[in-house]
């Protein structure tokens, strides 16, 4: 039975891709038979609420609780999904004291999100940062080759692994639809700055209605900003399916993320996706099968409009979260 021991500052009850993505990694863990202990902020007492995002909870280890959870078993794997957060900095840096081999994931495009939630910090910095929360892996995972092109681009020479993501299809799946005359148009997302909503909330499309799904710092803004939209927001398992399948076309605005679990579960609903055609969405998204990526976010809806919706589920059926763990377990580095 192997032994993992996964570090994360993104879990429940945060509400995310990377949150999805670890649940269904413990849940994957337990049915091979391997043991995998989270260590997540809720189990430090020293913290708080994140500045403009109080449903994420910055947590601060001491040491010795460290050093503590690092040498308790004898772990066959460590890996540590958030290096930027201070859960995940601390953890790396007692691995290195104790010469302990480690792997990260890149979940995000820090420096692009850095630089949408504060225009006044260079994207030159936010790389600095990144180069410095990473200097003492041995390996990244990171989500699509283009992330990995990217990370390589920059000048990371770790070992650097590309790691798929899955869908919970008991819940996300097609359903019988008519067509309608009036097309909902709908973005699933946390209501934050950097994830370019104002880009989806300010589309002028005849006969559309728009529906935004999530909720975070942002939100107050933009439901003021444009009365016309539906703000619905948080929702979870069957609801949130409901409205996958109940949208005319999926639309992500975001440039800030790697993939995007929300392309993937709409997919599996049979909803074709409108998105830019930065990382993320070219390595999900092939035009005129499952979506369309354009420049123009309107013109990418459009087109999306005459997508066969059997297709487009078709397409998503190779992201399984079985698929996602086996290639976890099988790139994980021994932590001897």
């Given at each position: 039975?192997?032994?993992i021991l996964l570090v994360?500052?993104a879990?429940h ?9 670890l649940h ?7 049915q091979?038979g391997?043991?995998i202990?989270v ?7 020293i913290?708080?609420?994140m500045?403009?995002?109080s449903?994420i909870r ?13 040498k308790k078993k ?5 890996h540590i ?9 601390s953890?790396s840096?007692?691995?290195?004291r ?5 792997s990260?994931?890149?979940h ?7 630089t ?10 936010g ?6 929360v ?6 990244i ?9 990217d ?8 070992r ?5 993501r899955g ?7 097609p359903i019988?639809?008519?067509s309608?005359?009036?097309?909902t148009l ?5 209501v934050?700055?950097?994830?370019g909503?104002d ?7 005849a006969?559309t209605?728009k ?18 939209v539906?703000?619905?927001?948080k ?9 996958y ?5 999926f639309?992500?605005p ?8 929300v392309?993937?579960e709409a ?5 074709p996706?409108?998105?830019y055609?930065?990382?993320g969405?070219?390595d999900?998204i092939q035009n005129?099968v499952?979506?369309?990526?354009d420049q123009?976010?309107?013109t990418?809806?459009?087109?999306c409009?005459e ?5 487009v ?10 698929n996602c763990?086996?290639?976890f377990?099988?790139?994980l580095?021994?932590a001897?």
């Amino acid at each position: 039975m192997a032994k993992i021991l996964l570090v994360t500052d993104a879990w429940h009850p945060q509400v995310n891709g990377v949150v999805t993505t670890l649940h269904h990694l413990v849940k994957q863990a337990k049915q091979h038979g391997h043991y995998i202990r989270v260590i997540h902020p809720s189990l430090f007492k020293i913290g708080f609420p994140m500045p403009g995002y109080s449903e994420i909870r910055l947590a601060f280890p001491m040491p010795w609780s460290v050093r503590r959870h690092l040498k308790k078993k004898i772990w066959d794997h460590i890996h540590i999904a958030t290096p930027e957060g201070p859960v995940g900095q601390s953890f790396s840096r007692t691995c290195r004291r104790l010469n302990i081999p480690f792997s990260t994931s890149c979940h995000t495009k820090f420096p692009d999100l850095v630089t949408a939630r504060y225009p006044f910090v260079s994207k030159k910095l936010g790389w600095k940062f990144m180069h410095h929360v990473y200097k003492d892996c041995t390996q990244i995972l990171t989500t699509t080759p283009a992330t990995k092109q990217d990370l390589i681009d920059q000048g990371f020479k770790q070992r650097i692994d590309t790691w798929t993501r899955g869908v919970d299809r008991d819940i996300f799946k097609p359903i019988e639809r008519d067509s309608r005359d009036i097309k909902t148009l709908l973005c699933v997302s946390r209501v934050s700055h950097e994830k370019g909503l104002d880009d989806f909330c300010s589309m002028h499309l005849a006969s559309t209605r728009k529906v935004v799904v999530g909720d975070g710092p942002y939100l107050k803004t933009l439901k003021k900003r444009y009365p016309d939209v539906s703000f619905v927001g948080k929702k979870l398992g069957t609801e949130l399916a409901e409205y996958y399948q109940q949208a005319d076309v999926f639309v992500f605005p975001s440039k800030a993320d790697t993939f995007g679990v929300v392309n993937i579960e709409a997919m599996a609903c049979g909803t074709p996706v409108a998105a830019y055609p930065v990382t993320g969405p070219i390595d999900i998204i092939q035009n005129g099968v499952n979506g369309y990526m354009d420049q123009d976010l309107a013109t990418a809806v459009k087109k999306c409009y005459e997508l066969d919706r059997i297709k487009v589920y078709e397409s998503s059926l190779i992201y399984t979260w079985e698929n996602c763990y086996q290639q976890f377990f099988d790139i994980l580095l021994p932590a001897r």
